[in-house]
């Protein structure tokens, strides 16, 4: 299992039809057959750190992670939830064995990044 934990800050004077399209957004990248759980919800960080929206998913394995990132539905909820972020946070873990499990997924991702190089960069942005 690939777990992705991303939180979101999210741009100042967004309004709340915004961040309900975003919100709906995230939910239906979440709930893609490629992704064996999902949760999106309000960031309830202890102390508050600004944040205000956490994404997570459980992912089977990298067949399901590259179908997953490359899903019309999470390309475009992409553009419609990055507008909305002015930083984001990850944090990604898994349970495979495979030592080269985060190269794998390194390797997916600069994949991605390559094909559409737009949101590679915005991506660097919001993560940096």
Avoid: C
Avoid at 93 to 120: F, T
């Amino acid at each position: 299992m690939i777990v992705n934990v991303l939180r979101f800050r999210l741009r100042d004077g967004i309004t709340p039809d915004q961040e309900a399209e975003v919100v709906s957004a995230m939910r239906r990248t979440a709930a893609l057959d490629s992704v064996a759980f999902g949760s999106v919800g309000r960031d309830l960080s202890i102390p508050d750190e600004g944040y205000a929206l956490t994404y997570v998913v459980g992912i089977p394995d990298l067949e399901a992670l590259e179908r997953y990132m490359h899903d019309p539905v999470h390309l475009a909820g992409d553009d419609v939830i990055l507008p909305h972020v002015a930083s984001a946070a990850a944090v990604r873990s898994s349970d495979d064995g495979d030592p080269e499990i985060a190269a794998k997924v390194g390797a997916l991702h600069a994949a991605k990044a390559a094909k559409y190089p737009d949101w590679g960069r915005t991506i660097e942005k919001l993560f940096s």
